[in-house]
């Protein structure tokens, strides 16, 4: 994942608005393009053309401010693919501001995706967090798979385009050559207090990208204003089994972002990253396949 900008409300000289490019199998997706996302891709090194799709958790300003550029760069480019964008169906006026903010060479092949309420299309979940507007977080997941063994492989004489086509038509002598490539998850949990939702979201996943705005000396002021400290980040990441927690959107009023990591910390075992502006962040490796994983030939 590369981080475009991890600043909440209102940017500072080290942190931009918004914005992320998860590379996920063979998708590019842009979730939340605050203001200038456009020229953090072009810091980051990234193409508009590498955007496959388009995440949007909710209407605030530094969530989708930057939604036109990118539009627009899209037409300029040529973008030959569609690209999806999914957001609230209830920000749908807004929606169409943002897609026609300005005059330009309307060329985009953008496919409004309006999400009216939870649902999962394919490997994509959404689900209603708790915001005072709309707002939706996200999950993808990978479906599981199977790793093909070279050992076993051999031990069977199985070489060549019989391999390929082994993988392809299945049956029980996969079970012999193969072990269980356990699907990845990434969950995407933006602007929210605490809800069930949250944590359902980021059940099991190896990655989990989600908002700590506030520390928590400041938590009634984050439940007024529907958005999560770094304690309760780290809690919902504990809850939810999750592999790496990322803490992004940070306010303005805390200069030294580290802060956010140690509180964490005191929740969540695990890895955590406190995002920077241009950060790249890798997916954990794979999980080892545990026994639940393993489909034991008859």
Not at 44 to 64: K, M
Not at 147 to 157: F, I, N, S
Not at 240 to 266: I, M, W
Request: a neutral charge.
């Amino acid at each position: 994942m590369i981080v475009l900008g991890t600043a909440s409300q209102v940017p500072t000289h080290a942190r931009s608005h918004n914005g992320y490019v998860l590379r996920f199998d063979d998708e590019g997706i842009l979730f939340d393009p605050g203001e200038g996302a456009q020229r953090q891709l072009l810091l980051a090194g990234l193409a508009v053309s590498a955007i496959t799709r388009v995440c949007i958790t909710h209407f605030h300003g530094d969530h989708c401010l930057g939604l036109p550029g990118i539009i627009q760069r899209m037409s300029l480019d040529g973008v030959p693919h569609d690209v999806p964008i999914h957001y609230p169906s209830g920000g749908s006026a807004f929606f169409k501001r943002l897609r026609r903010a300005s005059i330009f060479l309307d060329r985009a092949p953008i496919v409004p995706r309006p999400v009216k309420r939870d649902v999962t299309k394919g490997g994509l979940q959404m689900r209603r967090l708790n915001h005072p507007v709309e707002t939706y977080g996200y999950r993808l997941a990978e479906p599981d798979g199977r790793r093909m063994v070279p050992e076993l492989l051999a031990k069977y004489g199985i070489t060549g385009p019989a391999v390929g086509l082994l993988q392809r038509e299945g049956g029980p002598l996969l079970d012999l050559v193969s072990e269980p490539r356990p699907g990845q998850i990434v969950a995407f949990v933006m602007d929210t207090g605490l809800c069930d939702a949250a944590v359902e979201l980021a059940a099991d996943a190896d990655l989990l990208v989600i908002e700590s705005t506030f520390l928590d000396d400041e938590r009634e002021l984050a439940e007024y204003a529907g958005h999560l400290t770094a304690a309760q980040a780290g809690r919902i990441a504990t809850a939810a089994g999750v592999r790496k927690l990322v803490l992004t959107h940070f306010s303005q009023r805390y200069p030294d972002s580290s802060v956010f990591g140690e509180e964490a910390s005191k929740h969540f075992g695990g890895e955590i990253v406190v995002a920077n502006e241009l950060d790249r962040i890798p997916l954990p490796a794979r999980r080892v396949p545990t026994a639940r994983d393993i489909r034991r030939p008859g």
